[in-house]
C-alpha cells in the first residue's frame, strides 16, 4: 500500500482563495468548464481527494483523514465550496477548523445523504447497498451508473453525464478503497444536529430536479438553521454544469 500522503492540487487565478471539493467516483477535473470563469474572481484551489484522479495512490482511512490530507495544503483562509459527498468533507472542515473557512458552500449536498422511512428524504439505502455490492464486481460500470443517476432528471442530462465521463476518464481511474469508503460515508454521516455550531456564513445550493439529494432537504434544513438556500430550477445534481452561467454568477456574488 502507497504511504503517499500528498494530494494533487491546480491552482488558477488570482483573489480570494475558493476551494473546489469534488463528489463521489469523480475527479478535479469536473470542474474545468467553470474554473475559467471563476478564476478572474478568484484564487481557485482544485483538489483530487484520496483515492481519486491524480490522488489516486493517496489512501484515506475516514472523513477525518480525507479532511487532515486536504487541509495539509489547502490555503490558511478560504472559501470551501463541496459538491455532493464533497460537501460533507467541507461541513466537517467547518465544524472542526473553523478559522480556516470564511465561507462554507455546499453543492447538492446533505448532512445525511441516506434516506430515514418518511422523516428524511435521501437516498434509499439499499440503492448505497447495491454500488457497494456492485463495485467488487464492475467499478467502472458502477461509477456511469452513479453519473447517469447524478443527471437523471435534468434537460441536459446527456450533455452533464458526457462531461462527468469526460473529466473522469481524463484522469487515472479511482482506487476502490477509496469508493467503499466514500460509500460509506454516504450511508453513515449525520451531520444534521451539528451544523447550528456552524458561526461562518452558509450558502446551500440545490438542483430543483436532484434525485440524490431531494429538494424537500433544503426546506427542512431552510427552518432547522432560519437561513434560506438556492434552487437551481433546471438541474439535477451537477448545476455547476447544467447552469453553468447561473452557478459562477451565484458564487460570485457570495
Given at each position: 500500500?502507497?504511504t503517499?500522503?500528498?494530494l ?17 467516483g469523480m475527479?478535479g477535473?469536473?470542474w ?6 471563476l478564476?478572474?474572481?478568484f484564487?481557485?484551489h ?31 483562509k478560504?472559501?470551501?465550496l463541496?459538491?455532493?459527498?464533497g460537501?460533507l468533507?467541507?461541513?466537517h472542515?467547518?465544524?472542526h ?7 462554507l458552500?455546499?453543492?447538492?449536498s446533505s448532512p ?29 460500470g458502477t461509477?456511469?451508473?452513479f ?6 432528471g ?8 458526457k462531461?462527468?465521463k469526460?473529466?473522469v ?12 469508503l466514500?460509500l ?6 449525520d451531520?444534521r ?10 450558502h446551500?445550493?440545490?438542483?430543483r ?21 438556492h434552487?437551481?430550477k ?8 447544467s ?7 451565484l458564487?460570485?456574488?457570495?
Amino acid at each position: 500500500m502507497s504511504t503517499e500522503t500528498k494530494l494533487h492540487w491546480d491552482v488558477y487565478g488570482e483573489g480570494e482563495s475558493l476551494i473546489l471539493i469534488h463528489g463521489w467516483g469523480m475527479n478535479g477535473a469536473v470542474w474545468h468548464q467553470v474554473v475559467e470563469e471563476l478564476s478572474q474572481s478568484f484564487r481557485v484551489h482544485v483538489v483530487d481527494l484520496p483515492g481519486y484522479g491524480h490522488s489516486h495512490q493517496v489512501h484515506g482511512q475516514s472523513i477525518a483523514d480525507i479532511a487532515d490530507k486536504v487541509l495539509q495544503d489547502a490555503p490558511e483562509k478560504a472559501i470551501w465550496l463541496g459538491w455532493s459527498l464533497g460537501g460533507l468533507i467541507a461541513t466537517h472542515v467547518a465544524l472542526h477548523q473553523a478559522q480556516r473557512v470564511t465561507k462554507l458552500v455546499t453543492l447538492a449536498s446533505s448532512p445525511r445523504f441516506s434516506a430515514e422511512g418518511r422523516t428524511w428524504r435521501g437516498i434509499a439505502p439499499s440503492v448505497l447497498n447495491d454500488f457497494t455490492s456492485q463495485l467488487t464486481e464492475d467499478f467502472q460500470g458502477t461509477i456511469e451508473r452513479f453519473m447517469a443517476l447524478q443527471a437523471m432528471g435534468s434537460p441536459s442530462a446527456r450533455q452533464d453525464v458526457k462531461q462527468l465521463k469526460s473529466a473522469v476518464l481524463s484522469r487515472p481511474m479511482p482506487n476502490p478503497n477509496a469508493l467503499h469508503l466514500g460509500l460509506e460515508l454516504l450511508a453513515t454521516i449525520d451531520y444534521r444536529e451539528h451544523l447550528n455550531a456552524l458561526s461562518m456564513p452558509i450558502h446551500r445550493l440545490y438542483g430543483r430536479l436532484d434525485g440524490l439529494v431531494p429538494v424537500k432537504v433544503a426546506t427542512v434544513l431552510d427552518k432547522q438553521l432560519e437561513a434560506s438556500s438556492h434552487i437551481f430550477k433546471a438541474s439535477s445534481h451537477a448545476p455547476f454544469m447544467s447552469e453553468k452561467q447561473a452557478f459562477c454568477d451565484l458564487i460570485k456574488q457570495l
